[in-house]
Every structure is written in structure tokens, then in C-alpha cells.
């Protein structure tokens, strides 16, 4: 690790949000999208759950392709959605709490392959409450589906270092997908793997010894 870091930038699900995967999985094969572990894991997704990851489809669109999937028109949108959000679990308080405390010595930011449906539900339920807002924990949002690109692509951390003009050495990227942390080390920003459950804590404060 670098001395001098000033930046933080933090993955969003796996690292802040917990995640029930095989949760969102059987509730998929319940709609009867079959073969859905195919297009969905904790690290990365494929076919149209990618597109609604890069943007290139809108809502609306991915609930049609899922009825497609499905072979079932009548599907609701709150069946599809409540599906698709049934992944995401909670931000811990302990985790709202650390953001807020280190943005007094840190600028951070998110940066996070997520989608739209997945990132209002976020950003209303964990992080506006208690009277606060999401530009309390973060100076930008770096989010996938609003920039066309996603971890691990190139142009992704070329955006981050240009957008928020910060210089990757002297910033840190905690995620918890190792090929997204190699890519950045291309760009020289230090990285954290993140595991399960581990607190967050101890490694800010490794920051300052």
C-alpha cells in the first residue's frame, strides 16, 4: 500500500450491500426463467441482465425480455422487479456510519456495476434516511448503467481518474472481485480485496500508521 492515500473508492454490492444471490436465482426459476444462473452470479452478469448493467436497455425493456425468457406475458412488473431486487439485502449501519466518518479526511467515491432498478431502491432505502442523502457518504457516483461502461473495462477507471481528477496512486479501490482490482492496477491504484464479512474499519486505519 502507498503512502499518502487521499482517495477512496468503494465497490457497492459484496462490499457494502449484502447480496443473497441464490435467493434472486430461485425467485427467477419461480417466474420460470429458466437457466438463470447462467446470466446471473455474485460478481458479474450476462446477457440482458448485462445490458441493464451497461444501460444499453431501458427497464421496461429488460421487464419484456424477461416475459420472453419466462414464456409468460403475464407477468407484473412488481413480480419481475421484486425478483430482481430480491438479491440485495441491506447496508449495514456500522458501514453508513464509517462513510460519514471518513469523509472529513477522504475524498471517496462509489464505483459500482449496478443498474437502475437495483440503484434507486439503494439509494432511497440505505442511504437516504435518518436525514441523510447519498452525497453525504459520496463526493461522485461512478454507476455502470449511466456510463455505458463497466468493471473490469479500461475506459471505466480512465473515467473515474479523469471525472473526479484525482491521481489513482494515491487512491484506494476496495471491491470484492479480484479481476475488477487487477484491471485498476493497470492505472495504479492500490488495491483491497474485499472478503464476506470483513469489517472495513481496520483497513481505513491501516491508512494512517
Known amino acids: 500500500m502507498e503512502k499518502g492515500i487521499?482517495?477512496?473508492?468503494f465497490d457497492l454490492g459484496g462490499v457494502l450491500i449484502n447480496l443473497d444471490t441464490n435467493r434472486c436465482l430461485q425467485k427467477f426459476r419461480d417466474l420460470g426463467v429458466k437457466n438463470v444462473e447462467e446470466l446471473v452470479n455474485s460478481t458479474h452478469t450476462q446477457?440482458?441482465?448485462?445490458?441493464?448493467?451497461?444501460?444499453?436497455?431501458?427497464?421496461?425493456?429488460f421487464r419484456n425480455e424477461i416475459r420472453r425468457l419466462a414464456n409468460n406475458d403475464s407477468l407484473t412488473d412488481e413480480?419481475?422487479?421484486d425478483a430482481w431486487l430480491s438479491i440485495l439485502l441491506e447496508i449495514p449501519q456500522e458501514k453508513?456510519?464509517?462513510?460519514?466518518?471518513i469523509r472529513h479526511k477522504y475524498r471517496t467515491f462509489l464505483l459500482s456495476n449496478t443498474n437502475e432498478i437495483h440503484f434507486d431502491w439503494i439509494r432511497r432505502t440505505q442511504f437516504e434516511k435518518n436525514g441523510h442523502q447519498l452525497?453525504?457518504?459520496?463526493?461522485?457516483c461512478f454507476l455502470s448503467h449511466e456510463l455505458g461502461m463497466a468493471k473490469p473495462e479500461d475506459d471505466i477507471y480512465e473515467e473515474v481518474i479523469n471525472e473526479a481528477q484525482i491521481f489513482a496512486i494515491e487512491t484506494l479501490f476496495i471491491?470484492?472481485?479480484?479481476k475488477n482490482l487487477n484491471?485498476?492496477?493497470?492505472?495504479?491504484?492500490?488495491?483491497?480485496?474485499?472478503?464476506?464479512?470483513?469489517d472495513l474499519k481496520p483497513i481505513i486505519q491501516s491508512l494512517d500508521k
Not at 453508513?96 to 466518518?101: G, H, K, N, P, S
Not at 484491471?183 to 470483513?198: D, I, P, V
Request: proline residues 2%.
Open 135 to 140: 452525497s453525504d457518504y459520496f463526493e461522485h
Open 79 to 81: 413480480q419481475i422487479d
Open 175 to 178: 471491491d470484492d472481485s479480484e
Open 47 to 61: 446477457g440482458i441482465f448485462s445490458q441493464l448493467e451497461h444501460g444499453n436497455v431501458s427497464p421496461a425493456e
Open 6 to 9: 487521499k482517495n477512496i473508492v
Open 96 to 101: 453508513l456510519d464509517l462513510l460519514l466518518e
Open 183 to 198: 484491471a485498476s492496477m493497470k492505472w495504479n491504484f492500490n488495491t483491497h480485496l474485499y472478503q464476506s464479512g470483513e
